[in-house]
């Protein structure tokens, strides 16, 4: 295919995708969920010979599954990339694709549909030629990664398997092998109403979350477990939202926080959380007056700390060069489908076209050239890959 024509088929593709309503089920706006998504990317790969699964992992909300299989495949080879976007936002970041100066925008461009294209070209490739090796690829699409990251869950639970994985998030064709993990819960304090003109009668809870609120930010604020980490800088942690009282003229009984922790790679989420526990207890004896209650985490995410030296990331490394694009690693501050990919024991890379800076924004966008560049460099890595045998 002659370079114009892999640029309009990289343009037809992506506007296709773009065009799909695929908010997240959960999120606001949201109709049809990924089923559409989903259901394109199967017919795609029926089109292009491969075997097709679509599993539905939530009501309505299958992921899908295209595999290339060899007959004497020892290996295989995965491209995780999710279905889903964020709400819709304006004009430039809605389901019209517009294409402007070299630029895609739409909801989706960059996150992620711009490496769903990259991904689908590069497995027409791999279809077409595919790796002397014998080395399967599969392409996994999943629902749910904008908010509970319960599709790639759920294909792993169900036996997905694979020795490399390619996530595709907007990581301006920069090879991510580090990002931070993710804890969220909930704090509660508990005192006694009284009326305001009596203050002393009660026991103000919102006070009480003065105090923890101060040793949360005291001690974990930024890092207080390990790092800082090279790639990754150091754990933050943010109390995010707060509510409590009753009305103006009562002393409140209750008051509620939600914490977000961005752990490091290699930061133990279940140890952060009992240090937290045991800095409490410490504030409740010295002081007895507080009530408060920590409760279980409602997210735990892990981070993604792929070893530098990994066959892998030589790979893209060497995918990188051949392109002259930098090949320098890099970590992020987001998550991905890695964070479940990583420790099911699949050597894990972020790389994908466009940049988290126009995700989940009002104007997203992408080039279209890093897009075509992407589609080779994932060709070209699942070649080295498999030639490579490790
Ligand atoms: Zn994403």
Redesign the pocket.
């Known amino acids: 295919m002659g370079a114009a024509n892999t640029a309009d088929r990289v343009t037809q593709l992506l506007s296709q995708l773009v065009s799909i309503d695929s908010v997240n089920l959960d999120m606001p706006g949201a109709t049809n969920g990924e089923k559409r998504h989903s259901d394109f990317i199967a017919g795609l790969g029926r089109e292009m010979g491969l075997e097709v699964s679509q599993t539905e992992v939530l009501s309505g909300r299958p992921n899908v599954l295209l595999e290339l299989k060899q007959p004497d495949a020892r290996r295989k080879f995965l491209f995780d990339i ?1 279905l889903d976007t964020v709400p819709l936002g304006g004009e430039r970041a809605g389901l019209d694709p517009i294409v402007e100066d070299g630029r895609l925008y739409g909801r989706g461009a960059c ?2 549909k711009g490496s769903m294209a990259a991904a689908l070209l590069a497995l027409e490739r791999l279809v077409a030629d595919p790796p002397a090796d014998g080395c399967d690829v599969a392409l996994l699409g999943t629902v749910d ?2 908010y509970l990251k319960r599709g790639v869950d759920f294909a792993l639970h169900s036996g997905l398997t694979a020795d490399a994985a390619l996530v595709g ?2 990581t301006n064709l920069r090879p991510v092998t580090a990002h931070k993990g993710v804890v969220r819960w909930e704090i509660v304090t508990r005192g006694r109403t009284a009326h305001t003109s009596r203050p002393d009668r009660g026991v103000n809870a919102i006070y009480a979350m003065t105090h923890v609120i101060d040793v949360l930010r005291e001690r974990f604020e930024v890092g207080g477990m390990v790092g800082p980490h090279p790639l990754c800088g150091e754990s933050t942690l943010t109390v995010s939202t707060i509510r409590g009282g009753v009305q103006v003229n009562i002393v409140p009984d209750e008051c509620r926080i939600e914490i977000d922790r961005r752990t490091l790679p290699g930061e133990n989420g279940t140890e952060f959380f009992e240090a937290v526990k045991s800095e409490l207890r410490d504030l409740v004896a010295r002081e007895p007056w507080i009530e408060v209650e920590c409760l279980d985490p409602f997210l735990y995410e892990d981070g993604v700390d792929t070893a530098p030296d990994a066959p892998l990331v030589r790979h893209v490394q060497g995918a990188c060069e051949k392109l002259g694009l930098p090949n320098a690693l890099s970590g992020v501050p987001y998550g ?1 489908d890695g964070a479940s990919l990583a420790p099911a024991g699949i050597e894990t890379v972020i790389l994908g076209p466009g940049s988290i800076e126009q ?1 989940h924004s009002p104007v997203e966008w992408v080039e279209l050239e890093q897009v075509e560049k992407c589609a080779t460099l994932y060709d070209d890595t699942v070649r080295r890959f498999a030639a490579s045998g490790d």
Do not use: L, N, R
Request: charged letters at 45%; a negative charge; glycine letters at 0%.
């Open positions: 999710h996150d992620t990664e904008e998030e907007p991905t995700a």
